[in-house]
């Protein structure tokens, strides 16, 4: 079955250190991926997505995610966190053979420490 | 490009009242249209999908009589809580397809419904 998985429920990390919020799917085909960021009371989001291509891909306010397909993996990557990077962030992926159904993993809630 | 609002962003109604949730796709013709629902501290369940002129199809669990969906045009749907009760209490979010570019879909701002 197609799951999406984000281990981490919460991170804390100081303000300017780097950060990395981890992300693994399940899916038989070529997956589409996305990373989206929800501040409370608010709608999602588009960090950044992939299709195909160069398996590093760079997104908004300096964020940047790489696929691994030998891992399963989509990890989401800042080389220094701005406190107004806490938010919730969701990896998802794209159901693309079930009319474009995204399926989302649990959420990480960043939080930044000054 | 690609803006999607919903209206309202919020709303208060008693229980036992219906309330509508309009989702507009600004900019683009939204093929389809998906159905979010968002507990506290929770990720994003999808309740149904809909397109443009057909039924809309609802995930296990979704109550279909209590959450109607329409989609009469290709940049409006509607959903509305019919009955509401204390426990449909949540954050609605819609989101809309246009078909192309790997089905991406582009989410509203959400609304948050009490009922009371």
């Known amino acids: 079955a197609q799951s999406v998985t984000q281990p981490d429920i919460h991170i804390t990390v100081s303000e300017g250190a780097s950060l990395e919020l981890r992300c693994n799917y399940s899916?038989?085909?070529?997956?589409?991926l996305f990373w989206y960021v929800q501040s409370p009371g608010q709608g999602l989001q588009l960090l950044l997505k992939?299709?195909?291509?160069?398996?590093l891909v760079q997104g908004i306010k300096g964020f940047e995610a790489e696929f691994k397909r030998s891992q399963s993996s989509f990890n989401l990557r800042k080389p220094s966190v701005h406190w107004s990077d806490a938010a919730e962030y969701f990896c998802?992926?794209?159901?693309?053979?079930?009319?474009?159904?995204?399926?989302f993993g649990q959420g990480t809630e960043l939080s930044v420490k000054p | 490009g690609a803006v999607v609002s919903q209206h309202p962003s919020r709303v208060i109604c008693k229980s036992g009242t219906s309330v509508k949730i309009e989702c507009r796709s600004l900019?683009?013709?939204?093929?389809?249209m998906f159905w979010y629902r968002q507990f506290p501290k929770k990720s994003l369940m999808l309740m149904a999908t809909?397109?443009?002129?057909?039924?809309?199809?609802?995930e296990q669990g979704v109550e279909k009589d209590k959450f109607l969906i329409n989609h009469a045009s290709l940049t409006l749907s509607t959903l509305t809580v019919t009955s509401a009760h204390p426990e449909d209490s949540s954050f609605y979010i819609c989101?809309?397809?246009?078909?192309?570019?790997?089905?991406?879909?582009?989410f509203g701002p959400g609304t948050r419904l009490t009922v009371l």
């Open positions: 900019d683009f013709q939204a093929t389809t």
């Open positions: 992939y299709f195909s291509g160069d398996t």
């Open positions: 899916y038989g085909a070529t997956p589409y």
């Open positions: 809909s397109n443009e002129g057909s039924k809309a199809t609802y």
């Open positions: 998802a992926v794209v159901l693309y053979n079930q009319g474009g159904k995204l399926i």
């Open positions: 989101s809309a397809s246009n078909g192309f570019s790997y089905n991406e879909q582009f």
